[in-house]
């Protein structure tokens, strides 16, 4: 069942098509030929627990040191963001999962909320936990925190800004970079040779870099102005500007979702009916 899973997230087809043709090459071994209801209920027995084994023993950074992205001045190069992924519109689905409200009219597919830890230079995820999208990020991402650790930088956009959750990353002793709003108020404590200054967020003390990122389409050229929080102090070791290259990094999580919503699902809705069927609620993903 662990194989038709993993199978079955690759194929767009039904479960028992997906059965024939991971049985394809056993000539001459005598195999079942089970109905899509003995396929769910075999799904449903299983649970989701032999996946979370199997996803506790790959996640993380991946084996490739050299990795260009995946480590920036002796710290791991990660990021923290989130996205949405469409479920079945069944009874059971609709009754954890709120649909998707259409600019045309009526309603969607339901959607569930998923929060991932990614390793910036290879994509690969270190941690992931999902639910439904009436809790925000930021609850989700707070659970992340548990998978930080010291040797790393931490990359957020501006929805990861919280004081709370930028404090609990600092207790865990890894480092961040994140982006913020630009009428946030943080007070000038000591300005800093390379143009950025010491400030404070709640009770931590963090650097602020401010810049202008100019960006050249063929639509034209933008610029937008950046202003980004961190809590690697020390602006000898880690200069402004090189902060403000090594944020860039941070679209690599973009990037897996995309190669997750895209490229492995084509665009299709998850498979499972129900709940149970995704895993558990607030459980890691897969």
Known sequence: ????????????RW????????????????VANPTSGVLAQARQRMGPAPLRALFDLVRG???APRTRGRWWRGLLVCAIDGTS??????????????????????????????LV?????????????????????????KRLVASLRPSMVVLLDRAF????LIEAIAQARAYLVVRVKDNRKLPVIQRLPDGSYLSVIGQLRVRVVECQIHVQTTAGRATTMYRLVTTLIEHHHYP??????????RWEVETAFLELKSTILGGRVLRARTPAGSARRSTPCW
């Open 1 to 12: 069942m662990v194989y038709l899973l993993l199978a079955g997230a690759l194929s767009p």
């Open 15 to 30: 479960l028992p098509a997906v059965w024939d043709k991971l049985v394809a090459a056993l000539d001459g071994v005598p």
């Open 61 to 63: 950074p991946g084996p």
């Open 85 to 114: 992924a469409a479920v079945p519109a069944s009874a059971a689905n609709l009754a954890e999962y709120t649909p998707h409200r259409c600019n045309h009219g009526g309603s969607g597919y339901p959607k569930l909320r998923l």
């Open 117 to 141: 830890l990614v390793c910036c230079g290879t994509r690969t995820v270190i941690d992931a936990i999902f639910g439904p999208t009436g809790v925000g990020e930021m609850p989700y991402a």
């Open 161 to 164: 800004g919280a004081a709370d």
């Open 240 to 249: 402004a500007f090189d902060l403000v290259r090594l944020y860039h990094e």
